[in-house]
């Protein structure tokens, strides 16, 4: 058989499991000339869908397909019936040719499609062959009506024969007729016989499947286990190797813990000797500890007589601690009083420096209005009492006398001496009469009449002064 470029997709289905009729193929001719292409021409059935790697080849029918013919052996029956070929597998095919697949299978014109086998690929014999559409899978979907390649001959001419040969030629077709059926019976015998091989065949093939999968499963176990053996074998062999390289080590190791072990023993030797000396030592150093206890003792005694010691002069320097805080506090209280006081004190000697030369301006005033009026001192109705009378904080000079002798009296030394705060009945300066100092000095007071001026008014008590002369 001839291949071109690739082999074809193929199995060894048999054909009773093929379907012929899913693809039926069209105007198949008697023969085909020599030398010439071919076209072979096929239409899909409803229900089927051709795929990339489908192909359809040419292959041999009945080598003496022209006798059974003449005899009614070969049975050809279109859309879906079976046929009786001259091949077994779809591995023996003449030729092929890859199907083209078609872009729209719904249309309906994408349903007929053709293919061209070239001459020089075609059979030069005069057998009998047939077209046959192979799907991927290598199962057959249609198979065509036998055809020849031949040229044409005199057997295609038309032969016209008489009466009596036309009547011997029927009581022929009689006879083979009745051997034909003959045949028939035979033949539905053999086809029974054939399916029931044929199912026993299928059975076996079944069982045969069966076994070569359980064999595929038990071969792969077997390598599975021999690998894991092989493994299993590498892996003991490096244990080995490793044990025997360690049995090695220790034995020198045995051999150096044997040396260590001798030097360690004369070491122990000395070491009970030194433990002898140190039992020794060790009583020696019990009796001493004994002292020391005794010792100890006492000091620590003496060191609870000390810790009492220290916890009484801690409580004493808290009490003196105390005791300072409070005279700290006491300092501080009197230096902020000392501090007001002093602020005071320097209010009052400026409130003093100002009134007298407020007491000056008055005075000049007071002789100016005198000089004016023409009068004389003496000859006043009032007369201010002399500093000897116990005027001492007043201005003989001035007609109606100091306005601001209440104030000079009350920042008297010996007046503030004798009195007593009403608010707190302290002797002498306190808060209370500094604050009433200040309040006086903000006053003037009319010497005649005691009646009382705030010190803006100013202009208003001297008009009022003035008014007691006329």
Partial sequence: MEKTIEDPPTSAVLLDHCHFSQVIFNSVEKFYIPGGDVTCRYTFTQHFIPRQKDWIGIFRAFKCFQDKL??????????????????????????????????????KSAKQQEVQFKAYYLPKDDEYYQFCYVDQDGVVRGASIPFQFRPENEEDILVVTTQGEVEEIEQHNKELCKENQVLKDSCVSLQKQNSDIQAELQKKQEELETLQSINKKLELKVKEQKDYWE????????????????????????????????????????????????????????????????SLTEQRKDQKKLEQTVEEMKQNETTAMKKQQELMDENFDLSRRLSEKKMICNALQREKERLEGENDLLKRENSRLLSYMGLDFNSLPYQVPTSDEGGAGQNPGLVYGNPYSGIQESSSPSQLSIKK????????????????????????????????????????????????SL
């Fill in 231 to 294: 493994t299993e074998l590498l892996q003991l062999k490096e244990q080995n190797q490793k044990m025997s390289t360690e049995n090695e080590k220790m034995g020198i190791r045995v051999d150096q813990l044997q040396a260590q072990l001798s030097t360690q023993e004369k070491e122990m030797e000395k070491l009970v000797q030194g433990d002898q000396d140190k039992t020794e030592q060790l009583e020696h150093l019990k009796k001493e500890n004994g002292h020391l206890f005794l």
């Fill in 421 to 468: 705060c009403p608010i707190c009945k302290a002797d002498g300066i306190c808060d209370h009469t500094l604050e009433q100092q200040q309040m006086q000095a903000l006053c003037l007071n009319c010497p005649i009449c005691d009646k009382i001026f705030p010190a803006t008014e100013k202009q208003i008590f001297e008009d009022h002064v003035f008014c007691h």
């Fill in 70 to 107: 003449e005899q009614g052996l070969l049975k050809w029956r279109s859309q879906g019936q079976t046929l009786q070929v001259g091949w077994k597998t779809v591995r023996e095919y003449y030729t092929f040719m890859w199907v083209t697949l078609p872009i729209d299978l719904n249309n």
